[in-house]
């Protein structure tokens, strides 16, 4: 079970009990949640509810994907470029440095290999095909976000990490040399050796844990990277909060905004944005090109697999919003205002895919197992 981590200790624990956040136990949202992010009479969908979801909740065959690797050989002409990868794993490439972030490989956000939510849309590219990586950076430790199996791979480069507070110890425990990982706090900046590239770590409106006995143990963030021209912020998960306005006060402006608009539900509307209120963290961050994320791989909640992109869509004002919705593995320059196009609407034949959602023998394990796993899972 090494893929549920190690909680922190030592130097870390006591930094993280010095956090504002901190309650005498664990770490907790301070900032006032907004009224009417969250409706105190939906209830929360059950585990085995969320495991057995309807057919709508993954595409009925393969997403559109493109191959990188073509691309990514020649320098972006403006100098950033966003590669989706899927979920909330980015390639940006910033004023000649390359950020990964939150990047996940693996079949499953579970902590099981034959149990949990399992992986629709394959990453366009495998691991060992990307370009050279100046940092990565992980915003926290769910498994949507810090994947075991992709981690243990990473453990064999020489790359940096670049996280919240706490999330080093699961890292350590996986193999990253602790000269290899940098932890932040809200509104500590790092400047990555041998670069041009300041990571950030921000507020936002969450919670971590890996299972039920380290709730709120590490910290959650998101995260700006900024080159020597180009800023770009990232959300990690998070519920709307009037943080971002000193956000951008104090980081911005952007260049390019990269926001989660997957995995909403009614009774856990304080702790994810969705996409309306994507839309108005990005009014509050001050605008930029925004590209939503956390959608397209997973299905992490009970709403139809499209409907936060479909939604961000009909919301979004185009003479006020500048959208970018690359297919996945597109690289994209935001400079270049793209028009929308819904790629997502369109099908590759279908091929032999296990369903994304649980099958009735990984209900009943989930019955089983529903006590050692945090809920919501994201």
């Known amino acids: 079970m090494k893929s549920f981590g190690k909680a922190p200790q030592g130097e870390r624990l006591e930094r993280l009990r010095d956090l504002p956040l901190w309650d005498g136990e664990r770490l907790r949202n301070i900032h006032p949640v907004l009224p009417g992010l969250r409706d105190p009479q939906a209830a929360r969908p059950t585990l085995r509810e969320f495991l057995c979801g309807d057919d709508d909740r993954t595409p009925p065959q393969p997403l559109p994907a493109d191959d990188p690797r073509g691309a990514w050989l020649r320098r972006p002409a403006s100098g950033l470029r966003a590669t989706w990868l899927g979920h909330s794993t980015v390639l940006l490439e910033i004023d000649g440095w390359r950020v990964l972030t939150d990047p996940v490989w693996g079949q499953r956000a579970s902590p099981f290999t034959l149990l949990g939510p399992k992986r629709f849309q394959p990453v366009p590219v495998g691991l060992r095909d990307l370009p050279a990586i100046d940092a990565v950076v992980i915003s926290h430790d769910h ?56 990571i950030t770590a921000a507020p936002s409106q969450h919670f971590s844990g890996r299972g039920l006995k380290d709730r709120n143990q590490t910290l ?11 800023r770009v912020f990232f959300s990690g998960d998070t519920g709307l909060t009037t943080e971002y306005e000193s956000i951008r006060e104090r980081l911005g402006p952007f260049d390019l905004v990269m926001l989660e608009v997957g995995a909403f539900h009614p009774s856990w509307g304080d702790i994810h944005l969705g996409p309306a209120n994507a839309l108005a963290a990005h009014r509050l961050l001050g605008g930029g090109v925004l590209m939503p994320v956390h959608w397209g791989t997973f299905a992490l909640s009970t709403h139809a697999w499209d409907e936060p992109v479909e939604d961000l869509l009909a919301l979004a004002d185009p003479g006020d919003t500048a959208l970018l919705l690359p297919r996945l593995g597109e690289p994209v320059e935001p400079v270049e205002r793209r028009e929308v196009q819904p790629w997502w609407r369109l099908g590759q034949p279908a091929g032999d895919r296990s369903p994304a959602h649980a099958e009735p023998s990984e209900a009943a394990i989930s019955e089983q197992l529903s006590d050692q796993l945090p809920w919501p899972l994201d």
Not at 144 to 170: E, N, Q, W
């Open 143 to 198: 498994y949507d976000h810090l994947d075991y199996p992709t981690i243990r791979a990473l453990a064999k480069s020489k790359v940096p990490f670049v996280t919240s507070l706490g999330v080093g110890a699961h890292l350590e425990s996986w193999g990253i040399a602790p000269s290899r990982i940098t932890e932040l706090v809200w509104w500590q900046s790092h400047r990555v050796p041998g670069t041009g590239l300041t």
């Open 220 to 230: 959650w963030s998101s995260m700006v990277m900024a080159g020597e021209r180009h």
